[in-house]
């Protein structure tokens, strides 16, 4: 059964830090893993989907890896800014038949002008 | 630029009525999920829809709920007699591939039983 932990739970910055986001999960076998953003009583907003094949994937200043056999993946945000205050949720699809995305805890991040 | 989009955004209901979400997901996806969220716990899924029919459905799907496609465009998650432990977000996706493919979420529906 995939479990999926991220760490820290909150972080606190103040703007302009890059900072990295941690996701772990217990099951390799994955097809790929999606980070998303969530802000307070809204939607998930994707951003960034990385496959099983990939070691990165880029968009602006966000940077996500994937360690499949570790079980790890990093969401990097360049140069953080007030507006990234959310939680950031990350999400594996795991090989097997199941279409469902497990989800962790999220990381809740607040930038401080 | 295509997103989900969801209806009502909050709903308030008593305990035992039937409540009904709608979803209109990305027009050239095939895929069809709901997920739920109930207030500071993890995203959790409910149910898996393909080809008009139930690809996957998770434990809490139980018979109180049903989903369905009326038409092209809309995608329906029915609660039939709902529950206290029923409040929560309710969240459609939809994808163009099942296993490759990049997992788009509406806003989602506030669902209140009182």
């Known amino acids: 059964k995939q479990e999926v932990t991220q760490i820290p739970a909150a972080l606190s910055v103040p703007e302009g830090e890059n900072l990295v986001l941690n996701c772990s999960f217990t099951?390799?076998?994955?097809?790929?893993l999606q980070w998303f953003r969530q802000d307070p009583g809204k939607g998930l907003t994707s951003l960034l989907l990385i496959q099983s094949s990939q070691r990165e994937q880029t968009s602006g200043r966000l940077n996500a890896s994937l360690d499949k056999s570790s079980g790890r993946s990093t969401l990097y945000i360049a140069a953080s800014q007030p507006g990234d205050s959310a939680t950031y949720l990350c999400a594996p699809l795991t090989q097997g038949g199941s279409e469902k995305l497990v989800f962790g805890k999220g990381t809740k991040l607040t930038v401080n002008p | 630029e295509p997103e989900v989009t969801q209806t009502p955004s909050h709903q308030v209901t008593q305990m035992g009525q039937e409540v009904i979400l709608r979803c209109v997901p990305i027009s050239n996806h095939l895929y069809f999920y709901w997920y739920r969220q109930i207030l500071g716990q993890k995203v959790e899924f409910l149910v898996s829809f393909y080809n008009n029919e139930i690809s996957e459905k998770s434990e809490i799907f139980d018979d109180q709920f049903s989903v369905e496609r009326p038409d092209g465009s809309n995608f329906t998650l029915k609660i039939r007699s709902t529950k206290l432990e029923d409040s929560a977000m309710y969240f459609c996706?939809?994808?163009?591939?099942?296993?490759?493919?990049?997992?788009?979420f509406g806003e989602g529906s506030r669902l209140t039983v009182l």
């Open positions: 099951d390799s076998a994955i097809y790929n």
């Open positions: 996706a939809s994808k163009g591939d099942r296993w490759t493919g990049e997992l788009f």
